[in-house]
């Protein structure tokens, strides 16, 4: 059964530390995605990848996130410093970005993060 | 800028009782219009895909069809675990969807 998988699932941190938060995305996936959720404003693009080349990480505050992809298996989500605000679920998505269907994708269990 | 709009924010039903949620939709060249359900603690999960106006699909209970300006995922004789929040997308690009802020259905037995 393919799915995205993310870990850790929850993480409660203190403002100014580190968060780092990992996806593997579906098997033969080579676009992937990270989302912010929160009651407010609803699902936001963070950023995302073709083939593990970054595309579009205008929805990051580039400060503080970065993302990154160190091989076809793994994508990375970082904050530094982390800050309160930052509080939310974080989801990754992976497509297959090829064929009729290139656009549909397909959510991870999300990490949710509380940054006191 | 793509906009996606869902109406109502939250629906509450009975068991049976047949209804409709809206998405309506402002894009620049539509090339795919995405429904989600997603329960609480997990990730979105993929309903449909529809490309073109008039296009309908259906799944179980469920069944969303699509017009130039909005769709519709119509719920026929809803169960308990129909219960969920349900999200809808568009893409006009390549690969990035535009989501609405979701309509939350509760169904009672």
């Known amino acids: 059964d393919a799915r995205v998988t993310q870990t850790p699932r929850h993480k409660v941190t203190e403002m100014g530390q580190e968060v780092t938060m990992r996806c593997q995305p579906i098997l033969g996936h080579n676009t992937v995605f990270w989302y912010r959720q929160t009651m407010m404003q609803g699902l936001e693009l963070l950023a995302y990848f073709r083939n593990r080349a970054p595309l579009d990480d205008s929805g990051m505050p580039k400060d503080r996130f970065s993302a990154e992809m160190p091989d076809a298996t793994l994508a990375t989500l970082k904050i530094q410093p982390s800050e309160p605000r930052d509080s939310a679920v974080y989801f990754c998505?992976?497509?297959?970005?090829?064929?009729?269907?290139?656009?549909?994708?397909?959510f991870g269990p999300g990490t949710r993060l509380t940054v006191l | 800028e793509d906009q996606v709009t869902q109406s109502p924010e939250a629906l509450r039903l009975q068991e049976g009782e047949s209804s409709s949620l809206n998405c309506s939709y402002t894009v620049s060249g539509l090339r795919g219009l995405f429904w989600y359900r997603q329960d609480p603690g997990k990730g979105p999960e993929f309903l449909f895909t529809l490309y073109s106006a008039g296009e309908e699909k259906e799944k179980e209970r469920l069944k969303a069809t699509l017009t130039k300006k909005e769709s519709f995922l119509h719920i026929t004789a809803p169960k308990p675990e129909d219960s969920a929040t349900y999200l809808c997308?568009?893409?006009?690009?390549?690969?990035?969807?535009?989501f609405g802020k979701g309509t939350m259905l509760l169904v009672s037995p």
């Open positions: 997308a568009v893409s006009s690009g390549y690969s990035t969807l535009t």
């Open positions: 998505a992976s497509g297959l970005g090829s064929g009729r269907a290139y656009n549909e994708q397909f």
